[in-house]
């Protein structure tokens, strides 16, 4: 043992660091102003944890070390609340507020308008806190209001929880009482996480935390993101009672407690009413999960005197929002194609009311959702709608599922056009293989078709697309070829000259090129890029449309994925079929150099980067010239650049070129290179 002295200084370190880790756990977690970095914060809980070790006989059970768990426990003990902590009493709509309103007046004896406290009710647990002689000795659930559960290792774990209370004016006796919640931001984060490693995900923040809060190890708690707000008082010392409910929060504020800074003290009907839809307003944009607002008469006096009844006080009430969530039964299940192909399932359920709209359908986001979570047509499930979101299937309620229901399978064939579905192992999203002549593609195909970077059919934007799919005038990109004057006309704001010049385009974009045509296909993943090293690799479309998975694979960048989804495109009788009748309509390209296939390009191995804007071509347009020539385009200058082609107004990409001395090339510099290899 270490002499007195020692001991002595020893102590007072250990003291100190308590009281400065203290400091700034109110700082980061009360006010959000951290006032030193996490490093150094990080410093001073290792050293007051090495000190803790080498003299565990000075470790308190209010050390902040202790927030990172305690012994496990092999059953949580019984707590009895002196008061008991009552349940609230519920209004669901303006005339229910109005009615509560009105009971108060009459039992005060008062016409006059009551001022209220205001505040959000957070979707969380709520628990109690015994502070005696300002340290926190005692933590429990709410339990049935009258017995609770000792689980005051769990909430020493919360770091928003203090262990002391800060300054010198507080009760001796001091019981807190409020609500434990895990953020938003916080929950999803860790469900992905659980979802990652294979665990069992919980279905809201509110089961998050009522999960973690009930564990008997509190090491696990400790790992679980965890806050509170306070939000009232039980037991206090007389003598502190103030005369109002707000100068309470304010008061136990300063006595280091997180109060919901949305809280707001207003009198009358109205201004509660005007709080409500406040809140409503802002709830999707909260850090943390509410379900309504909860009024308390702010006056101690007028609350002593309105008294409880049996289940709830009569001096505060819940104000709900609609409910998000809600039991209803899955009566089928549908895939519906989006605009790029994806097929999406969709459950079609007995029609709910759920965060104020009925609901009858809701995204089940993909097949691997569906099998995570074994959703089956009869199923009673739990839906959930937040704000505007499409309503989703959160869970399934498994005991009341009937017997005989079978696992939901991926669809062979698309359900709008009959082509072939096809999912990747490393992707998540099945797809329509029929991108070419899909009806619920359609729009998106003809756009990507006509877009300047593929057949560039100036004029044939979303406008004139739309009406033309909606007349029935295209129901193929090949029907683009077929238009007439006479067809256009008709459409509206479509003008003799507006009309030439758009088949004037249409005529013009049957001259393209190879590389042009793969890409303006829409094939999944084929960009501007793989398709000139499709072009530059095989030479003809014929070799690409019968090349099997293997023999893509063998062009440069192009893997398994890209492989599966050229091979499978091709393979689509309809997609040959309507290629064919493109070119029978005249859309036709240069044959492509059978010596470019074997030969090697100029700039093959040569790394360019693009910045600035360029005055006679676009980046994409440069881009796609130096790809055709082998080099390789990237978004950032490193040692291993070759040039740097600058256009007006550059960025920090010049100046990194100049420090690391890459050679510039201005834009007629960069015109000149090309024009030494023809292009």
């Known amino acids: ?26 700082r980061y977690y009360i006010l959000d102003e951290p006032s030193i970095p996490d490093a150094e914060y990080d410093r001073l809980l290792q050293e007051l944890q090495s000190l803790e070790s080498q003299y565990p006989e000075y470790i308190t059970q209010d050390s902040p070390t202790q927030r990172v768990g305690a012994p496990a426990l092999k059953t949580f003990k019984q707590v009895t609340h002196d008061i008991p902590m009552l349940s609230l009493e519920n209004a669901f709509n303006a005339e229910d507020f109005m009615a509560f309103d009105k009971r108060v007046r009459q039992r005060l004896h008062t016409p006059d308008e009551i001022e209220y406290v205001g505040e959000p009710k957070i979707d969380g647990i709520a628990v109690s806190l015994l502070y005696e002689k300002g340290k926190l000795t005692q933590g429990a659930t709410r339990g049935d209001g009258v ?9 020493r774990t919360i770091h928003s929880i203090p262990l002391h209370l800060r300054g010198e004016k507080h009760p001796d006796l001091l019981e807190v009482r409020g609500e434990v919640y895990m953020p938003i931001n916080s929950f999803e984060a860790y469900n992905a996480e659980l979802e990652k490693s294979g665990a069992k995900t919980f279905a809201n923040p509110r089961n998050a935390a009522a999960g973690s809060l009930r564990q008997l190890d509190s090491h696990i708690t400790a790992s679980r993101p965890l806050a509170f707000f306070c939000y009232t008082f039980g037991n206090i010392s007389p003598e502190i009672l103030p005369s109002k409910h707000s100068e309470l929060l304010n008061a136990l504020k300063e006595w280091g407690f997180p109060v919901n800074p949305e809280i707001q003290v207003f009198a009358g009907v109205n201004a509660a009413f005007a709080f409500h839809e406040k809140l409503a307003a802002i709830r999707d944009h909260l850090a943390y999960e509410i379900d309504g607002a909860v009024y308390k008469v702010n006056l101690i006096e007028q609350q002593k005197a309105l008294g409880f009844a049996s289940r709830a006080p009569r001096w505060a009430i819940a104000y709900k929002f609609p409910a998000r969530e809600e039991l209803t039964k899955i009566e089928a299940i549908e895939f519906q194609v989006s605009r790029t192909g994806v ?19 809701a995204t089940l986001h993909n097949l691997e959702e569906i099998w995570r979570k074994d959703i089956r047509v009869g199923d009673t499930v739990i839906v959930r709608r937040a704000g505007d979101v499409i309503p989703y299937v959160a869970s399934v309620v498994l005991d009341r599922r009937p017997i005989h229901t079978t696992p939901i399978i991926l669809p062979e064939h698309c359900p709008v056009c009959g082509a072939e579905v096809i999912k990747p192992e490393s992707e998540v999203t099945a797809r329509c293989t029929g991108g070419l002549f899909c009806q619920a593609q359609l729009k998106e195909t ?16 979303d406008k004139w697309a739309e009406q033309l799919i909606e007349k029935k005038l295209i129901t193929d990109i090949a029907d683009i070829y077929l238009l007439t004057k006479e067809k256009l006309l008709p459409l509206e704001r479509m003008g003799e000259k507006s009309a030439d010049n758009l088949l004037t385009s249409i005529q013009k974009s049957k001259a393209t090129t190879l590389p042009r045509f793969l890409y303006g296909l829409g094939i999944r993943e084929v960009g501007q890029a793989t398709a000139l090293m499709l072009t530059q ?61 074997s030969k090697p390009l100029p700039l093959t191995g040569q790394i360019f980067v693009l910045t600035g804007t360029l005055n006679h ?44 001395n890459i050679p510039v090339l201005s834009e007629t510099e960069f015109e000149n290179l090309l024009q030494q290899y023809n292009y």
């Open 1 to 26: 043992m270490p002499p007195l002295s020692t001991q002595k200084n020893i102590l007072t370190r250990i003291q100190a660091l308590r009281l400065d880790i203290e400091e700034h756990n109110y």
């Open 147 to 155: 017995t609770g559960e000792d689980i005051t290792q769990n909430l």
């Open 343 to 361: 097929l999406t399932p969709v459950a079609r359920l007995k029609p709910v009311f759920v965060g104020g709209v009925t609901v009858s359908n």
């Open 446 to 461: 003809v756009k990507h078709f006509a877009s300047r970077l593929a057949l560039d059919i100036n004029g044939l934007g």
């Open 537 to 597: 690799h095989f030479g003809t479309l014929q070799k690409i449309m019968y090349a099997d998975e293997s023999a893509l694979q063998e062009t440069p960048d192009i893997g398994p994925v890209i492989a599966v989804n050229i091979a499978a495109f091709f393979h689509e009788p309809h997609n040959r079929e309507l290629i064919e009748k493109l070119q029978k309509l005249g859309v036709h390209w240069p044959e492509y150099p059978t010596n470019a296939v």
């Open 617 to 660: 071509t676009t980046r994409d347009e440069a881009k796609l010239s130096l790809q055709s020539l082998g080099a390789k385009v990237t978004n950032s200058v490193t040692s291993k650049t070759n040039y740097v082609v600058v256009g007006n107004d550059p960025g920090s990409k010049l100046q990194k070129a100049k420090i690391l």
